[in-house]
């Protein structure tokens, strides 16, 4: 029986899109429609982007001239995307500081960690930006298929989130292609024992990461109570269920002949992008 490879599509287009909304967003404490869980979910995300998304163009970028035309032209488009959300996340990351939130010992344990993860091999590197690109990829896909998403954000902050999810779709597999290039002399066995063990190991600290934010964002809004914490795994696991949703996806990693586009979903990219163009 021959088995159907699933690759990149031919025909995928990385376009980089101009945003330049930061800076005029609201910068309500709880943004999220006055909801604290919302908001600290997604301001710990936002607080590591700026410094994960270098990291990940510089694990990528490397390794631009060892791969075929249309990979490295989807590299550059990559690194245009990252390094626009960059600027975005760190326009957004000031509003949250003006709503009074320090988030100083959040950037330091981002700038360790990654400080560490600068030491490993190369490879090593692309396959932790493999891992994060995948979680970023499949958030974005829970995120956007949700009727409404964040509906509680003023429409600034929907728009930033809506636009950095549909990029982080359209250009999921360009880490992944990517490495795949880089290992094409290791043998099939080793490279999946390395992106799933890599994948296991960047998940816990992805995580840990995430909950240590979100307790620095309670502390300072006096609320890390057990109560909070209750309603965060309801936030996660119940509605709208974030850590729900992207259960399956997240597994579907450690299945071997893996892409990121079995699953397409320019389907559903197309219609945010529709629908953001309406709203302008
Ligand atoms: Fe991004
Ligand atoms: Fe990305």
Known sequence: MTRTIVATPQDLTITPRPLGIGKHANAARWWHGGDPIATTWFNALSATFPQGETFFIEAVRRYRDDVGPALKEQIAAFVQQEAMHTREHVAFNKLIKQAGYDTSAMDEYTRKRLDIARKRHPIGQLAMTVALEHFTAIMAHALLVDRDPLPGAPDDVRKLWHWHAIEEIEHKSVAYDTYLAA?????????????????????????????????DFFRQDGINTPRTWWRVAKYLFGTPGMARKIFVPYMSFYVPGFHPWKHDDRALIARIERELQKSE
């Open 183 to 215: 290992t094409k002399n290791i043998s099939g066995l080793y490279r999946y024992y390395i992106r799933c063990k890599v994948m296991f190991l960047v998940s816990l600290l992805f995580w840990r990461a995430n909950i240590r934010h979100m307790a």
